[in-house]
């Protein structure tokens, strides 16, 4: 099992490297402006470079994105049980909330700037928690709603009460549906909260960074905040699969073929 | 071979069922039933689709209410049966739930009645003996066939020792050769526990084979159109070709031709 996990990441790791020996030689051989598309080997000094102020940003990025995603994924759970218990609540908010989040939430940044202040970073953090919230309320109450009719049936054949199924059956059978709302809320924290400083906040983040270098049309060091923010998003997006692995063992033993 | 016994386990007086009462897709699924089941009978319920006999057997279960009518379950109301967990439930779905193993579904029933962990462990492992499954205890449901699932569901229903086993068209959803064994070791269990079982079935032979008494219900609303006794001493593979199973299954089928009409 831990073998066939490693040998799963050879193929990606080849093609990878394969695509940045590429980039290089295709920059290199076809004199790309560095305006255009800086070459690898640019953006990888640029990122030695300004490592230290680099790490910083990321670091406060990341907590902008792990402190929105922990309470937008709180708020989206707790609502989906509240709707599930009340009828009522479920039928008005369920599809506004499905209607809500295909639009672009993201675009309310420079609102929230207004309401929770430009300078701070509470309306970064807002911008966050707005954008995760909605998946994750619709995937974990759709879990939470989507049980067998006979599965309802058997718990009530024991005199179960609404409680005891909530606790035995809707909540572990909306576990998968969680699962695969944090696969997608994870990655969206990270560029919820990039374009969230894009437009304000503090300025010593990896948003207002990448602003500021392209201002300054030093664009190789934009890229390097670039790869910065894409391994903090592959970062959460791997705690989110091991998040899932660890919380659901039946899902990934093998079949039995008989 | 059936339990001769005068204890009523189920009798059903003149019992009704309408859906959506009073709207304009009101439906009469049930009229005027009466049927009366004897501790350690196996009784099926045959009819063509639309017929009610899952609504009957829900009403027995006390998931449905009856409009009209009275249903006493051992001598108690259906909804205090229910309270008391007189009967244990199998469906077509095996709804096993994927998060507990094997065993652990088997405990369900047991962890809500509050037996202990000790206990519980006991009595998985006498049920899985009792389906033939003692090997799989520790296996999450995916890792199994359709008949073990189903197995295993008939396992968790027996597990509390109810008095009566309801089954919603349990082997529906199994290939012809997995149905037959399953009929096989149902009856094995039937005998070996003396539960009464109310079956619910379309297939005529599955009906034959299983049951102490056959009956037969009319569509729209669901009536009771007759009732046809089974005489058959041991049932085995052989059984399938008795000339006494060849008349159940032609009676039987001449009474469903005869409600289709």
Known sequence: MKNKHLASFGPPLIVGIVGLVLWEAVVTVFKIKEILLPKPSSIGSQLIENWGVLRHATWETGKIAVSGLLVGVLLGVLLALVTNRFKVLNDGFTPLAIAINATPIIALAPIFNVWFGITGVLSNQAVVIAVVFFPVFINTAKGLNEVHPNEIELMHSYAANEWIILREVRVPNSLPFFANSLRLAAPLSVIAAIVAEYFGGPQDRIGTFITSSAGFAKYDVAWSAIVMASGLGLLLFGSAIVTERLSMPWRVSGDLDN | ?261
Not at chain 2, 53 to 80: C, H, Y
Not at chain 2, 167 to 186: I, K, N, S, V, W
């Open chain 2, 1 to 261: 071979m059936s339990k001769k016994s005068l204890e009523s386990a189920i009798s059903i007086i003149k019992a009704d069922k309408v859906f959506n009462m009073g709207r304009n897709d009101e439906v009469q699924a049930l009229s005027r039933i009466d049927l009366d089941i004897k501790a350690g009978d196996f009784i099926t319920l045959i009819g063509p689709s639309g017929c009610g006999k899952s609504t009957l057997l829900r009403l027995v279960a006390d998931l449905l209410t009856p409009t009209a009518g009275e249903i006493k379950v051992f001598g108690q109301t259906a909804n205090q049966a229910r309270r008391d967990q007189s009967y244990g439930m199998v469906f077509q779905h095996a709804g096993l739930f994927d998060w507990r193993n094997v065993s652990e579904n088997i405990e369900l029933p047991l962890e809500l009645k509050g037996w202990s962990k000790a206990d519980r462990q006991v009595r998985s492992q006498e049920m899985l003996k009792l389906v033939r499954l003692e090997e799989f205890g520790d296996h999450f449901p995916s890792q199994l066939s359709g008949g073990m699932q189903q197995r295993v569901s008939i396992a968790r229903a027996l597990s509390f020792e109810p008095r009566l086993l309801l089954m919603d068209e349990p082997f529906g959803a199994l290939d012809e050769m997995t149905r037959e064994h399953m009929q096989l070791e149902l009856l094995r269990i039937w005998r070996q526990t003396g539960t009464t079982v109310v079956f619910v079935t379309h297939s005529i032979p599955e009906a034959a084979f299983l049951s102490s008494r056959v009956v037969v219900l009319s569509a729209r609303p669901g009536r009771v159109h007759s009732e046809i006794v089974v005489n058959l001493a041991d049932r085995t593979d052989e059984t399938r070709e008795d000339p006494e199973f060849f008349r159940v299954t032609t009676e039987v089928r001449e009474a469903l031709r005869a409600v289709e009409e």
